[in-house]
């Protein structure tokens, strides 16, 4: 499944805050107005305040029945129905370092594999560490509660490493090793889905937003500290599988009502979080049998975040 796009926006929030006035209640009092023979004028709002300006000298009978017609209205129509939608959030935009993501491509390494029918290439298990621990930080996921591990998982859950092209179920295609449609990388700043290095960064900074949804989500919620931090990442998978309708019915505790796609996105990242868990451990092994040799590292020379 792919990373949001047009429907399933980059950020899934609603339009900006309004107001909303109730405008057939207005004009039902206005037309009330008019059946008594007030509202004259192409102005309503003019005309209105003329028959309140109404001197004592008015014709009573005229003044009685202007101030029943509006009585009668009053009685009818219920007060003006102000609507408050949510801010829209900015979004977070790709800022790319050449530089350094030269540095990080010149480190890649990639393995030969058959997917299908066809022979891609794969990072291997340093190349995918080196580009989650990297992502993980520059978007500083720490802030959110998240971490290199929920990179990995992610990636995971949308092509298992694999760098490929593929479609949703409306033909809208997903690119690349982050599966991004074409409109959200857009929106994001990707300048190229299919460039591992920067997909990555910008799937990080996409995950970083989709914590913060998850997280308003689940905020009335009773959990434990363990449950928070499960159903977090729950929210997560389902802000990037589901289009903006989809992903809004979801309350924190009805995940087993999502579509299985959506479901088996959720386990994949959860599996692709500890393989990464389990692969940092393996390696550590083996740069204390290797003496502390670095075997590698996300923070590069020169770097920034």
Request: proline residues 5%; hydrophobic residues 40%.
């Amino acid at each position: 499944m792919s990373i949001s796009s047009t429907d399933r926006t980059h950020s899934g929030t609603p339009r900006r805050q309004r107001k909303t006035l109730n405008v057939s209640a207005i004009g039902g009092l206005l037309a009330a107005l008019a059946a008594a023979g007030c509202v004259t004028g192409s102005n309503p709002v003019e005309s209105a305040a003329g028959a309140q300006r109404m001197t004592p000298h008015a014709e009573p009978s005229r003044m009685e029945a202007v101030a029943g017609a509006a009585a009668n209205v009053a009685k009818k129509v219920a007060a003006p129905v102000i609507a408050f939608a949510e801010a829209e959030k900015p979004v977070i935009k790709f800022n790319p370092d050449d530089r350094y993501y030269e540095q990080l491509r010149a480190r890649m390494r990639w393995m030969d594999i058959k997917y299908g029918e066809e022979r891609l290439k794969t990072p291997d298990v340093s190349s995918r560490l080196l580009l989650a621990q990297s992502a993980a930080r520059k978007a500083r996921l720490e802030e959110v509660g998240l971490n290199f591990r929920d990179v990995y998982g992610i990636i995971n859950a949308e092509t298992s490493w694999i760098p490929r092209t593929g479609a949703s179920k409306d033909g809208t295609p997903n690119l690349g090793i982050a599966q991004f449609e074409p409109a959200t990388a857009k929106a994001l700043g990707l300048r190229d889905p299919h460039d591992p290095v920067e997909a990555v960064h910008v799937a990080a900074l996409h995950l970083k937003q989709a914590a913060a949804w998850s997280a308003k989500r689940i905020a009335d919620l009773k959990l434990s500290e363990e449950e928070r931090a499960a159903k977090l990442r729950e929210g997560i998978s389902i802000y990037y599988n589901l289009s903006t309708k989809g992903r809004n019915r979801w309350n924190g505790m009805n995940t087993a009502m999502l579509p299985i796609e959506t479901q088996r996105h959720i386990s994949n990242a959860r599996r692709g979080a500890r393989e990464a868990a389990d692969l940092e451990q393996q390696l550590a092994s083996v740069r204390a049998r290797t003496q502390g040799t670095p075997t590698f590292s996300a923070a590069l020379p020169g770097s920034s975040s």
